[in-house]
């Protein structure tokens, strides 16, 4: 539980790395905004950490966009009051 009672953001978490990174981090405790332009992918993700409750929601995002970018921190700050991590895993060219 290192990371308990911690809030991550984590983007391109509806496969890959990203994914197992949102699975790791809510298996150790922690709130976890998952954060993909892949809604199939999201929702996914979402019922497979379905047991982890209310610690994991997820947001549909392009962050090629700097508006939807300041979208997601300020998801983030609304649901918990602030952001203790950052795992910038979404490729954007």
Same mark, same amino acid.
């Given at each position: 539980?290192?990371? /308990?009672? /911690? $809030?991550?953001?984590? $983007?391109?978490? #509806? #496969? @890959?790395?990203?994914?197992?990174?949102?699975? !790791?981090? =809510?298996?150790?405790?922690?709130? &976890?905004? =998952?954060?993909?332009?892949?809604?199939? @992918? !999201?929702?996914?993700?979402?019922?497979?950490? /379905?047991?982890? @409750?209310?610690?994991?929601? $997820?947001?549909?995002?392009?962050?090629?966009?700097? %508006?939807?970018?300041?979208?997601?921190?300020?998801?983030? %700050? %609304?649901? $918990?009051? @602030? !952001?203790? &991590?950052?795992?910038?895993?979404?490729? &954007? &060219?």
């Amino acid at each position: 539980m290192r990371l /308990k009672d /911690k $809030t991550a953001l984590i $983007t391109g978490a #509806a #496969a @890959g790395i990203g994914r197992c990174a949102a699975e !790791l981090f =809510a298996d150790e405790g922690c709130r &976890v905004l =998952a954060v993909d332009r892949n809604a199939e @992918g !999201l929702q996914e993700l979402a019922a497979d950490l /379905k047991s982890a @409750g209310p610690s994991c929601r $997820t947001l549909e995002a392009d962050l090629s966009s700097a %508006q939807d970018c300041r979208r997601c921190v300020e998801a983030a %700050q %609304q649901w $918990t009051g @602030g !952001l203790d &991590v950052l795992f910038n895993n979404a490729g &954007v &060219v």
